[in-house]
């Protein structure tokens, strides 16, 4: 069973700086970020995609990260990172590593970012 290992959360003030790495079990193609605030932790919400890598070099941000995020990968070591700059306190939320390929799909427990002064 693959298993996603994220760490590196924690509380920042609005316009700190946070890395979270994500740890896989084996290697995956498309490995990325989701988040889902506070208030919107009711089963079946979708989390919001955040950025997202490929092992071929794609990578893919949302438009209200850009120039701030910056997801990067360790295929060596399965790793996929997200150093997030200029936090915003609306950027609150537990972030998701997720992992797609070969038709499946994966998800890590968690980890909370919260960005307050």
């Known amino acids: 069973q693959v298993q996603l290992v994220e760490s590196g959360g924690g509380l920042v003030q609005p316009g700190g700086s946070l890395r979270l790495s994500c740890e896989a079990s084996?290697?995956?193609?498309?490995m990325g970020w989701y988040r889902r605030a506070p208030g919107t932790q009711t089963p079946g919400m979708r989390r919001?995609?955040?950025?997202?890598?490929?092992?071929?070099?794609?990578?893919d941000y949302i438009d209200s990260v850009k120039g701030r995020f910056t997801i990067s990968r360790d295929d060596a070591k399965n790793m996929v990172f997200l150093q997030m700059n200029k936090l915003k306190s609306e950027e609150t939320a537990k972030y998701y590593c997720?992992?797609?390929?070969?038709?499946?799909?994966?998800w890590g427990q968690g980890t909370q970012v919260t960005v307050s002064s």
């Open positions: 997720n992992g797609r390929g070969d038709g499946n799909e994966y």
């Open positions: 084996t290697s995956i193609f498309g």
């Open positions: 919001e995609r955040v950025a997202l890598s490929t092992s071929t070099g794609v990578t």
